[in-house]
T-cell receptor, first 114, second 113 residues
Framework: DAGVTQSPTHLIKTRGQQVTLRCSPK?????VSWYQQALGQGPQFIFQ???????QRGNFPDRFSGHQFPNYSSELNVNALLLGDSALYLC?????????????FGSGTRLTVV | AQSVTQLGSHVSVSEGALVLLRCNYS??????LFWYVQYPNQGLQLLLK??????LVKGINGFEAEFKKSETSFHLTKPSAHMSDAAEYFC???????????FGKGTRLSVIA
C-alpha cells in the first residue's frame, strides 16, 4: 500500500520564477494538506483541499495556490518566488472526518530559491 | 488559538540514558496532541498521539508520553536512548475537529556514545 508520494524531491529555482509541487495521497485518502517547513522551524499549515476545493487556509499570501484533481492528487503552486520561500514542503493526506488525527506525511520537496 | 512550546531546542543524552523532551500546549478546547520524529532529509513520522483515551500513550520505538491537563503538558519520554533515536522531534496540537496541526519549533535530540 503506497504512502504519500511527493515530487520532485529537490529543486532549485530563481527569484521571481514560478514552481509547481505535486502530491499523491495515500490510497483511500481523499484530503490533502500542505505544510511549509523553513530551516530550523516546525511545519506551518498552508492550505487543505477536499473535493477539489480549498477548504482551509493558513497565513500565506495569494502567491501560494493549489489544486486538487478528481483522483485526489494535489498540486502546490508558488508564484513570484522569494528567497524566503526556500523550505521543505510537506504534503499530508487523510480521510475526511479524521482530520489531523489521521494524517500521513510524505517525505517532502526541498525547494531552494536562489 | 492553539500553540505549542517545546522547551529546549537541543537536548543531548548519553546512550542508555533517559530521554525527556518537553512540550506544553495552549488550547481553548480539549486537544489532540501528537509527537512526530523527523530524520535528516526526510518527512515526518508519527511517534504517538493522544486523542482523549488513556492519558499515558505508548508509541513506536519505545517512546511514550503522558497528557497532563492540569499542567497543559505532553512530555515525551524513553527509558533508554539508542544512537538511532538521534533526530528532530516535533510536538503538535489540533482541536477535535478538522483543523490543521500547529507544530512547535522542534527539539533536536543528540545521543552520545
Amino acid at each position: 500500500d503506497a504512502g504519500v508520494t511527493q515530487s520532485p524531491t529537490h529543486l532549485i529555482k530563481t527569484r521571481g520564477q514560478q514552481v509547481t509541487l505535486r502530491c499523491s495521497p495515500k490510497s483511500g485518502h481523499d484530503t490533502v494538506s500542505w505544510y511549509q517547513q523553513a530551516l530550523g522551524q516546525g511545519p506551518q499549515f498552508i492550505f487543505q483541499y477536499y473535493e477539489e476545493e480549498e477548504r482551509q487556509r493558513g497565513n500565506f499570501p495569494d502567491r501560494f495556490s493549489g489544486h486538487q484533481f478528481p483522483n485526489y492528487s494535489s498540486e502546490l503552486n508558488v508564484n513570484a518566488l522569494l528567497l524566503g520561500d526556500s523550505a521543505l514542503y510537506l504534503c499530508a493526506s487523510s480521510l475526511v472526518g479524521q482530520g489531523s488525527n489521521g494524517y500521513t506525511f510524505g517525505s517532502g520537496t526541498r525547494l531552494t530559491v536562489v | 488559538a492553539q500553540s505549542v512550546t517545546q522547551l529546549g531546542s537541543h537536548v543531548s543524552v548519553s546512550e542508555g540514558a533517559l530521554v525527556l523532551l518537553r512540550c506544553n500546549y495552549s488550547s481553548s478546547v480539549p486537544p489532540y496532541l501528537f509527537w512526530y520524529v523527523q530524520y535528516p532529509n526526510q518527512g515526518l513520522q508519527l511517534l504517538l498521539k493522544y486523542t482523549s483515551a488513556a492519558t499515558l500513550v505508548k508509541g513506536i520505538n519505545g517512546f511514550e508520553a503522558e497528557f497532563k491537563k492540569s499542567e497543559t503538558s505532553f512530555h515525551l519520554t524513553k527509558p533508554s536512548a539508542h544512537m538511532s533515536d538521534a533526530a528532530e522531534y516535533f510536538c503538535a496540537v489540533s482541536d477535535r475537529g478538522n483543523t490543521p496541526l500547529v507544530f512547535g519549533k522542534g527539539t533536536r535530540l543528540s545521543v552520545i556514545a
